[in-house]
């Protein structure tokens, strides 16, 4: 009986570990880069954030996946979902200004790297 009490503290422990580190990564740090943005790649940067969400999807449900890519994993989710409000925010208001204008998006550091990273899989 003990040990299951034990255990159960444990994963309360991890749960609320875990639940500080998504409010921390749901923040965006200092903006250290603006990309200019075309309101028509909009959907396009949508869709390709939504089809890494898919395979990561895929490759969480495997049995099996260390704890540390998990996190990893989870954590990246996080910086896309932050990256995404960032640009449909931006998109909204360069919307309400003009149409078609390009506009200008803050990204922090990780932010930055994984648009870096969505741009290059465009590219290929």
Known sequence: MEKREERKTTMEYMEYLVSLLHR???????????????????????????????????????????????????KEDYVFLRLMKKIKAERNMAKSRASNVPFHVGMDRE?????????KRREA
């Open 24 to 74: 921390e990564w749901a923040q965006s740090g200092r903006t250290e880069v603006e990309v200019m943005i075309n309101l028509q790649d909009v959907p396009q940067i949508g869709q390709m954030i939504m089809e890494v969400a898919a395979k990561r999807q895929k490759q969480d449900g495997k049995e099996g996946m260390e704890l540390e890519r998990s996190m990893e994993l989870s």
């Open 111 to 119: 932010e930055y790297l994984l648009f870096s990273m969505l741009l």
